[in-house]
């Protein structure tokens, strides 16, 4: 959905701070999120994230800052007095109860009228797309109808956030490649703001508006999935989210660096610090921005390296090889899928060529 400067804040954060044993966990964190969108907050295991939505939550109290849900402060507010949610990866449905009974325990919780009640689980049921099994209990239900159930479970409650703690990690991969579009779809339905905690930068690319990319308890960056892919701000970005070919490199020119071979690439600065003359700097180029040419074709791209075949990785639409470039450069690189691609074997010998907006440098010394 299109979000300007007018729409409203469901959460905010200000300088939230967190440390255990004198080591920050979550390190001086700021970010707002508009109403209705679907915020990631992707990183690597250890980075803070778990610490972060703990705090949203209001299992852990930060050392210093603020979260404001809806523009109030949440300092000394309990969990259960937050107008959030949180679904967790292993669901914690009630095996004992019905599907209907899960969905309605917390509106009887809160003391709501039973005709209400009634009608707020059948609206729930009916808008996550499972009308039919209010009298089910959960063993009966599919992984992703038990996903949807948990979902439905925190939306009754009609929260202005839903947290949700890699709730996609206990599926296996055919369910799960299903779930990042139904859980879109759930988010878009609903109007209600997720936040979505993932080391998993496929489900962030695939549902998110904005993701913030954590590292070491800061976020490098937060943009939208496709600048994060085609602006990375930091090497760290670059080399997290998608996969890259990552080559040390000194500056030759403005534009141009130089691989430890000797070989001369084209190339665009990347980052926020400088980079002069002679510095090293690290070269990142994507698998699938490289284009590889069979014997007899000509390369007519920017970047032209001489290669061979080291090894054939077969995954369907995702093949790759992996090639050795003048002097013992690797790279890897995603093979189109025509027939002539197919019939590639290790030794085989091609070029390999990009443009230099496909190749990126930062300074080596960059966070």
């Given at each position: 959905?299109?979000?300007?400067?007018?729409?409203?804040?469901?959460?905010?954060?200000h300088?939230?701070?967190?440390?255990?044993a004198?080591?920050?966990?979550?390190?001086?964190?700021?970010?707002?999120?508009?109403?209705?969108?679907?915020?990631?907050?992707?990183?690597?295991?250890?980075?803070?994230?778990?610490?972060?939505?703990?705090?949203?939550?209001?299992?852990?109290?930060?050392?210093?800052?603020?979260?404001?849900?809806?523009?109030?402060?949440?300092?000394?507010?309990?969990?259960?007095?937050?107008?959030?949610?949180?679904?967790?990866?292993?669901?914690?449905?009630?095996?004992?109860?019905?599907?209907?009974d899960?969905?309605?325990?917390?509106?009887?919780?809160?003391?709501v009228?039973?005709k209400?009640?009634?009608?707020?689980?059948?609206?729930?049921?009916?808008?996550?797309?499972?009308?039919?099994?209010?009298?089910?209990?959960?063993?009966?239900?599919?992984?992703?109808?038990?996903?949807?159930?948990?979902?439905?479970?925190?939306?009754?409650?009609?929260?202005?956030?839903?947290?949700?703690?890699?709730?996609?990690?206990?599926?296996?991969?055919?369910?799960?490649?299903?779930?990042?579009?139904?859980?879109?779809?759930?988010?878009?339905?609903?109007?209600?703001?997720?936040?979505?905690?993932?080391?998993?930068?496929?489900?962030?690319?695939?549902m998110?508006?904005?993701?913030?990319v954590?590292?070491?308890?800061?976020?490098?960056?937060?943009?939208?999935?496709?600048?994060?892919?085609?602006?990375?701000?930091?090497?760290?970005?670059?080399?997290?989210?998608?996969?890259?070919?990552?080559?040390?490199?000194?500056?030759?020119?403005?534009?141009?660096?130089?691989?430890?071979?000797?070989?001369?690439?084209?190339?665009?600065?990347?980052?926020?610090?400088?980079?002069?003359?002679?510095?090293?700097?690290?070269?990142?180029?994507?698998p699938?921005?490289?284009?590889?040419?069979?014997?007899?074709?000509?390369?007519?791209?920017?970047n032209?390296?001489?290669?061979?075949?080291?090894?054939?990785?077969?995954?369907?639409?995702?093949?790759?090889?992996?090639?050795?470039?003048?002097?013992?450069?690797?790279?890897?690189?995603?093979?189109?899928?025509?027939?002539?691609?197919?019939?590639?074997?290790?030794?085989?010998?091609?070029?390999?060529?990009?443009?230099?907006?496909?190749?990126?440098?930062?300074?080596?010394?960059?966070?």
């Amino acid at each position: 959905m299109p979000f300007t400067p007018d729409t409203p804040l469901d959460l905010e954060c200000h300088q939230l701070y967190k440390a255990f044993a004198g080591q920050a966990a979550v390190d001086n964190i700021s970010l707002s999120i508009p109403a209705g969108s679907f915020f990631s907050i992707l990183g690597p295991s250890g980075c803070g994230k778990t610490t972060l939505l703990r705090m949203l939550a209001g299992f852990v109290e930060p050392d210093h800052g603020d979260i404001r849900i809806k523009g109030q402060s949440m300092r000394g507010v309990p969990p259960n007095k937050r107008s959030l949610n949180m679904v967790f990866q292993h669901l914690a449905l009630f095996p004992m109860m019905s599907v209907a009974d899960n969905i309605a325990y917390g509106l009887k919780r809160r003391g709501v009228a039973r005709k209400d009640i009634a009608r707020r689980v059948n609206d729930v049921l009916e808008r996550v797309g499972l009308p039919d099994v209010g009298q089910r209990k959960p063993d009966q239900l599919s992984g992703g109808q038990k996903q949807r159930i948990a979902i439905a479970r925190c939306l009754v409650l009609e929260p202005a956030v839903l947290l949700l703690d890699e709730p996609l990690g206990a599926l296996d991969l055919k369910l799960r490649e299903q779930m990042k579009l139904e859980l879109k779809q759930l988010q878009q339905t609903f109007g209600t703001t997720f936040v979505y905690i993932t080391h998993d930068q496929s489900e962030a690319l695939v549902m998110s508006d904005q993701v913030a990319v954590m590292n070491k308890g800061r976020f490098e960056q937060v943009a939208s999935p496709q600048t994060l892919y085609y602006e990375p701000a930091t090497p760290f970005v670059a080399g997290f989210v998608g996969d890259s070919n990552r080559l040390q490199a000194r500056v030759a020119a403005p534009g141009r660096v130089t691989l430890a071979s000797g070989q001369a690439i084209q190339a665009t600065a990347a980052g926020a610090l400088p980079i002069s003359v002679g510095d090293a700097v690290s070269l990142f180029v994507r698998p699938e921005g490289i284009s590889p040419f069979l014997p007899g074709e000509t390369c007519r791209m920017d970047n032209c390296l001489n290669a061979q075949i080291n090894t054939l990785l077969f995954d369907g639409a995702n093949s790759r090889i992996s090639a050795t470039v003048e002097q013992g450069v690797g790279l890897t690189v995603r093979l189109p899928q025509t027939p002539e691609f197919a019939r590639l074997k290790p030794g085989d010998r091609l070029q390999l060529g990009w443009m230099s907006s496909q190749a990126q440098y930062f300074a080596a010394d960059a966070p």
